[in-house]
């Protein structure tokens, strides 16, 4: 199947710190990528749906600005915590739909576990 | 909104026993079901989906029936192994630039 790397896997920061996450598909070009936290022992939350070339669109109570998201090409996406505070440490997850696909298959990365001192 | 419930929230088994997970869903429009494993500090991974058009798919111990009538779809694992031990999703999607809602989860304990 196809494959989502997502870097770093583990970031610790201090706090008002910011933190890059990226999120890369390997073998396919992502028209769309999403961004995902999760929480111990919860489900998925999606935090923003993230379009090739236009802005992001987030989930109602998501900040955007604290939240930005790039997806500056058909293969990476990033998530930029700013200004980072222990209330935002999480796992953070993404994932990619290939192309344009009308039944969309969602490949997930490896999760990035964000920890803010 | 649209949602996703799924039953049980944590299943316990012996090895060698069956494990039934269950979801329904309230789209009526959703087209798409895949179900994730999602192992301990990892991302979920895609075990086994289904389309509205199929009303059952196998894959060597892993089943998934779906009834869109009843909204609802199961997954099912035979002959469970212990490293069959995860979080298990089940989610819904109309596909193209619509949200995949996903289930709370499953937490299945296979003992040996």
């Known amino acids: 199947g196809a494959v989502v790397s997502q870097h770093p896997s583990r970031v610790i920061c201090k706090s008002g710190t910011s933190v890059k996450i990226e999120c890369r598909s390997l073998?396919?070009?992502?028209?769309?990528m999403f961004w995902y936290r999760q929480f111990p022992k919860q489900s998925l939350m999606l935090m923003a749906t993230?379009?090739?070339?236009?802005?992001?669109?987030?989930e109602q109570g998501v900040e955007k600005d604290k939240f930005l998201i790039n997806h500056a090409s058909l293969t990476l996406s990033t998530l930029t915590v700013t200004s980072a505070h222990p209330e935002d440490s999480s796992f953070y997850i993404c994932s990619a739909r290939e192309g344009d696909r009308a039944i969309g298959e969602l490949f997930f990365g490896e999760g990035s576990r964000l920890t803010v001192l | 909104g649209e949602n996703v419930e799924q039953h049980p929230s944590t299943l316990s088994v012996q090895e060698g026993d069956s494990a039934v997970i269950k979801c329904t869903y309230s789209?009526?429009?959703?087209?798409?079901f895949p179900w994730y494993k999602q192992e301990l500090g990892k991302g979920p991974q895609l075990i086994i989906d289904?389309?509205?058009?199929?009303g059952e798919k196998k894959d060597q111990r892993i089943a998934v029936t779906l009834n869109k009538t009843a909204k609802h779809f199961s997954l099912h694992i035979t002959e469970t192994q212990p490293e069959d031990s995860a979080v298990y999703f089940c989610a819904a999607s109309r596909g193209g630039g619509f949200k995949t809602i996903f289930g709370a989860g499953t937490r299945l304990f296979v003992k040996a």
């Open positions: 789209d009526s429009a959703s087209n798409y």
């Open positions: 073998d396919f070009q992502a028209t769309t």
């Open positions: 993230s379009n090739e070339g236009s802005k992001a669109t987030y």
């Open positions: 289904i389309r509205s058009n199929v």
